[in-house]
Nanobody, 125 residues
Framework: QVQLVESGGGLVQAGGSLRLSCAAS????????MGWFRQAPGKEREFVGA????????YYADSVKGRFTFSRDNAGNTAYLQMNSLKPEDTAVYYC??????????????????WGQGTQVTVSS
């Protein structure tokens, strides 16, 4: 069993930056994929980015490419999402997720077995 805890959300003005963290306990991300998803009110959960942890392959949604950046710690139990040039449309609850099946399809939410509780990101115009 894996437990995930996100942190780092908050309120920021458009053009600002935030860094989200996702800490895993129970096991590390090694051998799994780790992904970030977000869900705005009234909208479906959407893919933001993911990493196949062992391979180091990183994927981004087109909407965040060039603005958001993945990083990770060497211990394999914490991932970060640096979000720059934030826009009001980035406002959402951000979730981190992981699981072994996600390595086969890291962009698809249903492939993830473990989810964090989410952290709110609000970008004001």
């Amino acid at each position: 069993q894996v437990q995930l805890v996100e942190s780092g959300g908050g309120l920021v003005q458009a053009g600002g930056s935030l860094r989200l963290s996702c800490a895993a306990s129970g096991r590390t991300f090694v051998g799994y994929a780790m992904g970030w998803f977000r869900q705005a009110p009234g909208k479906e959960r959407e893919f933001v980015g993911a990493i196949r942890w062992s391979a180091g392959s990183i994927y981004y949604a087109d909407s965040v490419k060039g603005r958001f950046t993945f990083s990770r710690d060497n211990a394999g139990n914490t991932a970060y999402l640096q979000m720059n040039s934030l826009k009001p449309e980035d406002t959402a609850v951000y979730y981190c997720a992981t699981g072994p099946r996600a390595t086969m399809g890291p962009r698809v939410a249903r492939n993830y077995d473990y989810w964090g509780q989410g952290t709110q990101v609000t970008v004001s115009s």
